[in-house]
Structure formats: C-alpha cells, structure tokens
C-alpha cells in the first residue's frame, strides 16, 4: 500500500515537471529586469544627489508628494468602494453588468486616454469645471480613477466568499443590517479588504501616463524619474528608481505584517 501511494506521489511530482518550468521561467522573467536595475546602479550618482541641494529637494518633495496622495487616495478609496463592493456582491438589479462595466473601466483605458478623461471632466474647462490639472488633488484623482477597479472587484469577491446565511441569521436574531454589517461581514471580508488596499496602494503607486496629461505638477516621483531620465541621464533614473523600489517593498512587508494580527483568517 506504502509502496502504490509513493508511486503515484512519483507520477503525480513527475506530471508538474512542465508547471514547475512554467513557474521557473516566469518569476526568471520578473526576477532579471529586477536585478539588472540594480546591477547598473551606482551609489556614486546617489551619493550626488544626496549632496546637491536642488535635487535632494526635488527628490524629498517628489516622494513627500507621492506617498501622501497614495495613501490618501487608498484612504477614500476604503470608505467609498466597500459598500459598492457590497452592493455589487449581494444585490441583483438590471443595471449591474453596465455599473461593473463601468468601474472596470480603467483597467482597459491607456493612462494617458485616463487621464484625458480626468481633464475633460474635472478641469478648469471641463464639464465640472474643478480645476485640479497640476494640483495635488488631481493627484490623487488620477490614483483614485485608475486603482478603484483593483480595490472594489478585489473586495467584491471577498463579500462574495461570505455565505449569505450567516447574514441571514444575524438579521434573524435582531441585529440591524449596520450592526451586522460592521460586527460581522466586515471582520469575515478583512482579509480581502487588506488585499485591496495593498492593491490600491500599489497601483497608486505605479501611475504615470494619466499625470503626464493631468498633473505633471506638484512632480511625483514617477514623473521625476522621467525627467531625470530625459535631463540627467540613466544613471539618475537608476538611482532613484533603485531606492524607490526599495522603500515600496519594505513598506509592503511592513503593511503584511501589520494587518496580519487583525485580520480573521
């Protein structure tokens, strides 16, 4: 019997022998771009932005500017997309394939066609005439349009995952729909909640295309390396991507480890 279950353990190993090349040569494909930047990185480019006032300044502004928005955006984000999350996860109606169309939108708009819309929409010659190109409001709308999709479909599923029942018998019992709603299903969805923000967050993180259009101004640090790119040369581009992506990875372990003791697995 040891011997038949060790075979089929063998075949089964041996049958993801091609899943395992699959796998093998996809994180390659993600892991050598990764390492390349930091093999051409120079710490002596580093050094000289460090010590020269005007770039350090335009450097500090630029990732003052970036994370504030990120996390600001993510933070409106939370508030307005779980009860659409909600609505979408539990309730039927006529209109919902055209409203799940339309916030999956950003996902196949190019950024700079996203950002054009933006400006159509909430500029100072827009239909809403706001006036937020090149302030750090439009900023953050640009995170907020091209990250909600990720946040909402993400935490949709997670509602989805609940059973329906034991909303059911909360109600049943005499808990009001809030009660059961911020006691219960919210604690049940954490984990996708925080694979929402996470996913917000980054996304934020990584715009560029729809803020060349909307908001090059106030600089974030993606149009930063652009610039430096185009003015300074690659080995600026380098060094400041290098720490950026430093910094965003560790922020992300921190996050996980973080929310991990309050979410309810």
Known sequence: MVIVMSSRKLQVERSLILFYGVA???????????????????????IKIFHTPILISELKSAFITTFEAAVLSTCILVVIGVPVAY?????????????????????????????IMLLTAF?????????????????????????APLFI??????FM??????????????????????????PLCSRSIVAGIILALARSLSEVGALLVLAYFPKTVNILILEWLDTLGLPYAIAVSCLYLIIIFIMFIALRVITRSYVVY
């Open 24 to 46: 093998s040569f996809v994180i390659l494909f993600i892991l050598v771009p990764i390492i390349s930047l930091f093999l051409f990185f120079n710490y002596n480019v580093l």
């Open 161 to 186: 995952s609940i059973d329906v029942s034991i909303e059911h018998v909360a109600r049943s019992l005499g808990a009001s729909f809030y009660r059961t709603f911020f006691t219960i299903l919210l």
């Open 87 to 115: 609505v979408l996860a539990r309730r039927e109606f006529k209109a919902k394939p055209i409203i799940e169309a339309i916030i999956d939108m950003p996902f196949v708009v190019p950024h700079p066609v996203a950002g």
């Open 153 to 158: 479909d993400t935490v949709k599923l997670g």
């Open 123 to 147: 500029g100072s010659r827009g239909l809403i005439p706001v006036g937020i190109e090149d302030t750090f409001w439009g900023v953050v709308s640009v995170m907020l349009f091209v990250s």
